[in-house]
T-cell receptor, first 110, second 115 residues
Framework: LAKTTQPISMDSYEGQEVNITCSHN???????ITWYQQFPSQGPRFIIQ???TKVTNEVASLFIPADRKSSTLSLPRVSLSDTAVYYC???????????FGKGTRLHILP | EPEVTQTPSHQVTQMGQEVILRCVPI?????FYWYRQILGQKVEFLVS????????KSEIFDDQFSVERPDGSNFTLKIRSTKLEDSAMYFC?????????????FGPGTRLTVT
């Protein structure tokens, strides 16, 4: 799996848009970019996955520049319930183990 | 929406005792996993299971650990002789055979406390 770097923690306020950027300079051609979310005392939850350009679903958007060496998870209009740890994962698309890093601890303030 | 379930939600056991953690993966999924998370630390991969055998295991998954799919619905993790350092949240996960997706579905976890 390609090494990823993301901020350890971020604070934001309710109603704001939050962008979490992940660096993955050694991403390989076959690698996809996947983001997971983990609420306190719960299992991780898949949020979004992409290969290039932009992907959007009901939860978030994922922006991937042309060189794919970074990606940005965008959460529109966050609420207190978006307080969680967000993990950026880069690897081949296959049914295999997930190696989690420390993630970004996002804290939403009222 | 289908989900992975785990029982019990919390298990307290004495050091040296055997524990079995149970999971019911999503019904049409073929790949099964166990992960653990020690309080305040990263989620760590333990083992993956496919076609009734272990696909891959981590260094953590030593001889004290075993997994089994005893019937068509359950997937269990057994720790033969628990140690204090086995105290953690244990998460079961499953995924389907769609190789386009890197999505694993995690259960709510079992909190294991070894005293």
């Amino acid at each position: 799996l390609a090494k990823t770097t993301q901020p350890i923690s971020m604070d934001s306020y309710e109603g704001q848009e939050v962008n979490i950027t992940c660096s993955h300079n050694n991403i390989a051609t076959n690698d996809y970019i996947t983001w997971y979310q983990q609420f306190p005392s719960q299992g991780p939850r898949f949020i979004i996955q992409g290969y290039k350009t932009k992907v959007t679903n009901e939860v978030a958007s994922l922006f991937i520049p042309a060189d794919r060496k970074s990606s940005t998870l965008s959460l529109p209009r966050v609420s207190l319930s978006d307080t969680a740890v967000y993990y950026c994962l880069v690897g081949e698309v296959r049914d295999d183990k997930i190696i989690f890093g420390k993630g970004t601890r996002l804290h939403i303030l009222p | 929406e289908p989900e992975v379930t785990q029982t019990p939600s919390h298990q307290v056991t004495q050091m040296g005792q055997e524990v079995i953690l149970r999971c019911v993966p999503i019904s049409n999924h073929l790949y099964f996993y166990w992960y653990r998370q020690i309080l305040g630390q990263k989620v760590e991969f333990l083992v993956s299971f496919y076609n009734n055998e272990i696909s891959e295991k981590s260094e953590i998954f030593d001889d004290q650990f075993s997994v089994e799919r005893p019937d068509g619905s359950n997937f269990t993790l057994k720790i033969r002789s628990t140690k204090l350092e086995d105290s953690a949240m244990y998460f079961c996960a499953s995924s389907d055979s769609d190789r386009v997706s890197y999505e694993q579905y995690f259960g709510p976890g079992t909190r294991l406390t070894v005293t």
